[in-house]
């Protein structure tokens, strides 16, 4: 057996799942799933929901100083839903990947196609594909933040672009921004088995010459960027608000999102603080993204 993590579970009333699940994804950005119970009609009929019953909303941290730290501050978080139930498990590496591959499939967001390494996938005429093993980095696309993201850098970058990729997670957003042109990317990303998970699907991909992963956040050395893109957190994008706003060129643009609608307008006022304008805005059930620039 090899590295272990844990599976944190939150057994949370349907009302406060939207809240709930907005503080899991702060203590663990890397991704969170939602599992609804449900009762199994038979083949022919499906599933039907069991209203009332708690959701069991589910994250992944490693067994290691960072996530020692990640779960505390879970912990201290939830203490404010004195309802929610919070359990965890251990979670070998190989049983992570076999449960991921049980349910990632093919994920299509603008030309971009997000396909696993081991599903044979057709492109169609103009299609970008990246091919992609998820690891220990919980990045799939199926998240609807991440197709926000894709579908929006499908629009923005330009051939021959400087990139910054803030929080990187398993390089999918990096790998995108060089099928559709770009010709640096600068990716970031905090958790060390993430970026190492995002160094593997750069080269595999081909984009290994023209992605450099990170560790941590921009700093003053980096260099203006045509665009960024950081697909985080509420809180994250709004304390790296003035440090994202001042890696852009004068005519660079921001793609922003790992958010819930409900933050939006303080995700965009710590924006604008700095400088930067709405360009346009996209949504997908819960979730946002803002398209900033330079006024």
């Not at 090899?2 to 663990?28: D, F, K, Q």
């Not at 400088?275 to 946002?288: C, K, N, V, Y």
Request: net charge negative; hydrophobic share 45%.
């Amino acid at each position: 057996m090899t590295g272990l993590w844990y599976e944190i579970t939150a057994e949370t009333p349907p009302a406060l799942v939207e809240a709930v699940s907005a503080v899991m994804r702060e203590a663990a950005p890397g991704g969170l799933s939602l599992e609804e119970p449900v009762d199994l009609l038979g083949p022919e009929e499906g599933y039907a929901v069991r209203g009332g019953e708690p959701v069991a909303l589910r994250v992944y941290l490693p067994a290691s100083e960072l996530g020692a730290v990640l779960t505390q501050r879970l912990r201290e978080e939830l203490v404010a839903y004195p309802e929610v139930e919070l359990t965890a498990r251990p979670l070998y590496e190989q049983d992570w990947a076999v449960s991921w591959r049980e349910f990632f499939g093919p994920v299509e967001a603008g030309r971009i196609a997000i396909v696993p390494s081991w599903v044979d996938y057709e492109a169609a005429p103009g299609q970008l594909i990246v091919r992609l093993d998820p690891g220990q980095a919980f990045g799939t696309g199926h998240h609807e933040t991440t197709r926000l993201c894709l579908a929006a850098l499908d629009e923005t970058v330009r051939p021959g672009a400087h990139v910054l990729d803030v929080g990187a997670g398993s390089g999918i957003l990096s790998i995108a921004a060089v099928k559709l042109g770009a010709n640096r990317v600068e990716a970031f990303e905090i958790d060390p088995i993430a970026a190492d998970v995002a160094r593997a699907n750069c080269e595999a991909n081909g984009a290994g010459d023209r992605v450099t992963i990170h560790g941590g956040f921009p700093g003053e050395n980096v260099s203006p960027a045509d665009l960024a893109i950081a697909n985080v957190s509420a809180r994250a994008d709004i304390e790296l608000a003035a440090a994202l706003a001042g890696a852009l060129k004068p005519t660079g643009k921001l793609i922003a999102s790992g958010f819930l609608t409900t933050d939006r307008d303080d995700v965009l006022a710590a924006f604008a603080e700095h400088g930067l304008t709405l360009t346009g805005e996209r949504e997908e059930h819960d979730w946002a993204l803002l398209e900033l620039a330079r006024r």
